[in-house]
């Protein structure tokens, strides 16, 4: 069973950039799995980030878009987020999960609690 | 950008009781539409995908519906483990992104 854990720093200063591991265990980042990210500010609802295959190809929120880029490290079977420019906006708890090709449309948050930046001076 | 209107924002039902949410596009979908519980402090949790389809090892109690623009998610008898918030999500293919149902809190009465 594929297992997600997210991990980084919990505290980014304003403008600056956050940046975020998700490790993979019980699979391997070469998978037909599309690799993603979803962040919910404390109290609020979802929002989808993005995801990457482990081909590289990539697809992102658009309202994120021109600050947003995910990678994959295959020798180390994770991906990673980063976020630029930061806000307070951009507190919120951050979940890594997949969803798999030709499977389904939904994603699966593999056990991870997810991990909460906060963005403050 | 497809949005997701979801209904209602909370809701309070006993034991039991028959429980619906609903869940409307901006535009058709096809069946790319999919449910989640989220309990506080925890990971959503995939329920139904595609529509209709129920996660592995979900309770059979759990059910989905509909396609194009219009979609709704039922359990068929609450119970007390069900207390959660609950969110639909839509994935689109043109272009590739998706978008989350601002979410149902579902109370014991």
């Known amino acids: 069973q594929v297992q997600l854990q997210e991990s980084g720093p919990g505290l980014v200063k304003p403008s600056g950039t956050l940046s975020l591991t998700c490790a993979v265990s019980?699979?391997?980042?070469?998978?037909?799995?599309?690799w993603s990210w979803v962040r919910q500010p404390p109290g609020k609802g979802l929002e989808w980030i993005g995801e990457?295959?482990?081909?590289?190809?990539?697809?992102?929120n658009p309202s994120l878009k021109s600050r947003v880029t995910i990678s994959v490290d295959k020798s180390k079977n994770q991906f990673s987020l980063k976020l630029s420019s930061v806000t307070a906006a951009d507190t919120a708890v951050y979940y890594c999960?997949?969803?798999?090709?030709?499977?389904?449309?939904?994603?699966?948050f593999g056990g991870g609690q997810g991990t909460l930046v906060t963005v403050s001076s | 950008d497809i949005q997701m209107t979801q209904s209602p924002s909370s809701l309070s039902a006993s034991v039991g009781d028959r429980v619906t949410i609903t869940c409307q596009a901006s535009?058709?979908?096809?069946?790319?539409l999919n449910w989640y519980q989220q309990k506080p402090g925890k990971a959503p949790k995939l329920l139904i995908y595609?529509?209709?389809n129920l996660e592995t090892g979900v309770p059979s109690r759990f059910s989905g519906s509909g396609s194009g623009t219009d979609f709704t998610f039922t359990i068929s008898s609450l119970q007390p483990e069900d207390i959660a918030t609950y969110y639909c999500?839509?994935?689109?293919?043109?272009?590739?992104?998706?978008?989350f149902g601002g979410g149902t809190k579902v109370e014991i009465k």
């Open positions: 999960a997949r969803r798999v090709l030709y499977d389904s449309s939904g994603y699966r």
């Open positions: 019980g699979g391997s980042i070469s998978s037909s799995n599309w």
């Open positions: 990457i295959y482990h081909s590289g190809s990539t697809n992102y």
């Open positions: 535009q058709d979908i096809s069946n790319y």
């Open positions: 595609d529509a209709s």
């Open positions: 999500q839509q994935y689109d293919n043109l272009p590739p992104s998706a978008t």
